[in-house]
C-alpha cells in the first residue's frame, strides 16, 4: 500500500489468553527469531530469514487468525531538515540561559543533538536508541534544532512575546543518518522518555501510515502523563 517498514521484520502482539508456545509455533514455521519484546505493549519482535514476504506472511497471520496479531515494523521518514544555522552567533545569544528550575522536561525524539549545540546544562539525560552505549550524535540537525525550540533558548518564527519559559530536555536520537526511524525505536524512545521523566514529547513528524501499534505506544505514554 505504500508504507515504509524494515526488511524482514515482523511484530507480533499475542492474543490474551496465548502463551508462548503459539509464537514459538509461528517462529518455527517462518525461521523467524525473537530479538526484543516489549512487555507493557505485548508486542515481540520477530527477525525474518533474508528476502521474506512480509506483507503475504503478515497477510497469513491474519486468515489463521490464531496466537495473535502482527504488523510490518513499520518505518518513518523524518520532515527535511529547516536552515542550517549559524552556530557560533547562536551560541552567543544564549550563553547565559538556564534552564528554570520547575521547568517541565520535554523528550524530544528526533534525529538527536549535536555535542557542540551547547545545550548540556538543560539536558536531564539522553538516549541514541540506534546505539545505545555511544553518546547522542545528530547528523542531520533536526532534532538539535528541535531541542533547541524545546529549551526555549530559541524562539521559532511566528511566536509572539518577548519571554520564551526554559525547560530541561530528554534529547533521544530515534532516526538514522539516513533520516529514518521505525516502531521499534519510537517504542524505546517512549519507554526511555517515561522512565525518565518526561511530562511532554517533541514529536515534529509525521506519517499517513496507520500503525495499531504505534497508537498504543503512544496511547501508553498518555496514559501516564506525558503530553
Known sequence: DGSLYVKDEILIRLKPGADLSDLLKLLQETGGILVGRYPELGIYRVRLPPGSDVPGLLEEIKKRGGAGTAEPNYAYPIPA?????????????????????????????????????????????????????????????????????????????????????QAPIIPIRAFDENGFTSNVLLMESIYFAIENGARVMSLSWGSETKSEFLSEALELADSKGLL
Open 81 to 165: 531538515s529547516p536552515r542550517e544555522l549559524d552556530w557560533g552567533s547562536l551560541k552567543v545569544s544564549y550563553g547565559d540561559s538556564q534552564p528554570q528550575p520547575k521547568g517541565i522536561p520535554v523528550a524530544v525524539i528526533d534525529s538527536g543533538l549535536r555535542a557542540d549545540a551547547g545545550l548540556d546544562k538543560f539536558v536531564l539525560a539522553s538516549l541514541d536508541a540506534l546505539n545505545p552505549d555511544k553518546p547522542i550524535s545528530d547528523t542531520g540537525g533536526h532534532g538539535t534544532q528541535m531541542a533547541l525550540i524545546a529549551a526555549g533558548v530559541v524562539k521559532p518564527i511566528g511566536v509572539k512575546g518577548d519571554s520564551v519559559s
